[in-house]
């Protein structure tokens, strides 16, 4: 199963953007990328996924590098209540399209 | 509103005794998963449904069995066998399958077992 690196912990201001990074240099061409966000003691929320080009939403960017081996994920002005873990998923076709987490990024925001 | 519901939040149990842990959809969803999280990790697939009364084994089904015997309904049950239960359990459903549909996670519960 292909496996994502991300940093443990990053720092971002309030109101500034918050960019992070995810390796995933062994996913497969059709595995999807997924980023969620877990709030202490909450379910994982879905924030975005893509295949090979770059989405957006309402909440958030996922820029995915032409060769595919990496991701970032942007949230353009951060606020307070985005403090959270982010995780960076590669999400597969067998056991159902199963999530394969990994550790995850412990994103604070600061005032 | 829709979503996923899972109760109760908190569930406490003596050693040796097997405990069900509820899931509800109504989301319409055919797809169902429940994972596990150990504390500081990320989470791993324990069963999964893809369809009504069918299911399959995840990574760390041990210990562990689940019924999918209406489609907004996926009940697992923690075993005695299970060597260690406590953990926080995530019920998650997705509207296909395949990698194309976002999984939406319903709010956990917490289970600890003395």
């Known amino acids: 199963d292909a496996k994502t690196t991300q940093p443990t912990s990053m720092d971002c201001a309030e109101g500034r953007a918050a960019n992070l990074p995810c390796n995933h240099s062994t996913i497969s061409g059709n595995e999807y990328v997924y980023w969620y966000r877990q709030i202490h003691s909450q379910g994982p929320q879905y924030i975005i996924h893509g295949l090979k080009n770059n989405e957006t939403n309402e909440m958030a960017s996922l820029i995915i590098t032409e060769d595919r081996k990496s991701s970032t994920l942007i949230l353009p002005h951060a606020t307070l209540r985005d403090t959270a873990v982010y995780y960076c998923i590669v999400r597969v076709y067998n056991q159902g399209g199963k999530l394969i987490f990994g550790q995850g990024t412990e994103l604070s925001v600061k005032p | 509103d829709g979503g996923i519901t899972q109760s109760p939040k908190y569930l406490f149990r003596k050693e040796g005794q097997n405990v069900t842990l509820s899931c509800e959809q109504n989301l319409n969803h055919d797809a169902m998963y429940w994972y596990r999280q150990d504390p500081g990790q990320g989470l791993r697939l324990i069963y999964y449904s893809q369809i009504v009364n069918d299911f399959q084994k995840g990574d760390i089904a041990e210990g562990y069995s689940v019924s999918r015997e209406k489609k907004e309904s996926f009940p697992l049950t923690v075993t005695s066998a299970q060597k260690n239960p406590t953990a926080f359990y995530l019920c998650?459903?997705?509207?296909?399958?395949?990698?194309?549909?976002?999984?939406?996670f319903g709010p956990g519960t917490r289970l600890t077992v003395t």
């Open positions: 998650a459903s997705s509207g296909g399958q395949g990698p194309i549909y976002e999984q939406y």
